[in-house]
């Protein structure tokens, strides 16, 4: 089938050749009354008197069937209602809609429209195969888990980073995707560099106060990412990634195994024991260091070590939102709601992902 762009092509071309034909100079005046009264009128004459009504016809054709194709030119391309974008989209908000404070909490943390068209194609193998999808090379996205206190923490880090003005740390972005049945997080991919950046002084400071203050406690190889630019990215953020009691923010919204049932605990013993575990890290993964930094590092350290055997300082538990939660969302209520979500599709007691074969 031509397109129709090529058939208003073929139209023009046709209407300018028909145009040019006649302004073409010829000794016969084909309008004159003697042409069709005697023997002036020739053979050419009728070829072309045949050629120009023929030429008149289709530019007449040809101008009514552009201006009555050219009235649905803005809809032409507009998803139709079928379309899986739009069908995500509608199974999207019903099933958020089952609960108000989660349907804010999706409304803030879905991705932006070009991402969730590019995702949804793909919903099935994220669905059922994830690391398929991880694996793709021209993805700037993973899939994490279903685990959706990493969308909550990794923005209160994001957000705790731009209140401090740090550049040299970060948290991917990441996004929540329903997959089939369950809520899926989907992270913007960091561009890792093997060679691991020579850590300089502000680099470090800004390391040990978010280590501090989170009490992020992850340290594993692939949990700490470097790009070419030697930006240090924070990659797991969910709640057992952190610390008991996960922060002095209260980082962490729904207890893990690592959390104590006290409701006040020492808390410069935890922070004093994971620098040293982010120190050891450091060193593992062949992280270098300037010797500024170094004694930064290792004067924090001492400190903490200080504060923990004179039991300076204390901390209480605290729940639901933070000054870093920037957005209209009951966490409380919300925890309640997410919490067997996150249970339902995590190790032995998850359901089976049967939604694609039904």
Not at 12 to 17: G, P, Q
Not at 203 to 215: A, K, N, V, W, Y
Request: charged content about 25%; some cysteine; overall charge positive.
């Amino acid at each position: 089938m031509i397109k129709k762009s090529k058939l208003r092509y073929i139209w023009i071309v046709l209407a300018m050749h028909q145009i040019h034909a006649s302004l073409e100079p010829t000794n016969t005046n084909m309008f004159s009354i003697d042409n069709f009264a005697g023997d002036k009128f020739s053979y050419q004459d009728y070829q072309k008197y045949l050629l120009g009504g023929a030429g008149l016809a289709i530019i007449g054709a040809g101008a009514y069937w552009w201006y009555k194709n050219s009235i649905n030119l803005g809809t032409e391309y507009k998803p139709q209602i079928d379309d899986p974008v739009i069908q995500h989209q509608k199974r999207t908000f019903e099933e958020s809609s089952k609960n108000s404070e989660f349907q804010k909490f999706v409304q803030h943390f879905s991705p932006p429209a070009n991402l969730s068209a590019y995702l949804v194609p793909y919903e099935r193998i994220l669905y059922e195969q994830a690391t398929v999808f991880n694996r793709l090379q021209d993805s700037k996205f993973v899939a994490k888990s279903t685990d959706l206190t990493r969308l909550i923490i990794a923005q209160r880090m994001n957000n705790y980073i731009k209140k401090k003005n740090y550049t040299s740390i970060g948290v991917p972005q990441k996004y929540i995707f329903l997959t089939g049945d369950v809520w899926t997080v989907i992270a913007e991919k960091i561009d890792e560099t093997k060679n691991k950046p020579t850590i300089g002084l502000q680099q470090m400071m800004e390391l040990t106060d978010i280590i501090e203050t989170t009490g992020y406690s992850d340290f594993d190889d692939k949990n700490l990412m470097s790009d070419k630019n030697g930006k240090i990215f924070f990659i797991d953020t969910e709640d057992k990634s952190f610390i008991s009691p996960i922060g002095k923010y209260n980082f962490g919204i729904i207890p893990g195994s690592k959390l104590r049932d006290e409701d006040t605990i020492a808390l410069c013993k935890e922070k004093y024991i994971n620098l040293n575990y982010f120190n050891q890290y450091l060193g593992r993964y062949g992280y270098l260091q300037k010797e500024d930094a170094r004694n930064f590092l290792m004067q924090k350290i001492n400190q903490l070590k200080i504060k923990y055997e004179n039991s300076e300082e204390t901390y209480t538990k605290i729940t639901g939102a933070t000054d870093l939660d920037d957005y209209n969302v009951n966490i409380n209520a919300l925890s309640e709601y997410i919490k067997p979500l996150i249970q339902s599709t995590r190790g032995l007691r998850a359901k089976p992902r049967n939604y694609f074969k039904k």
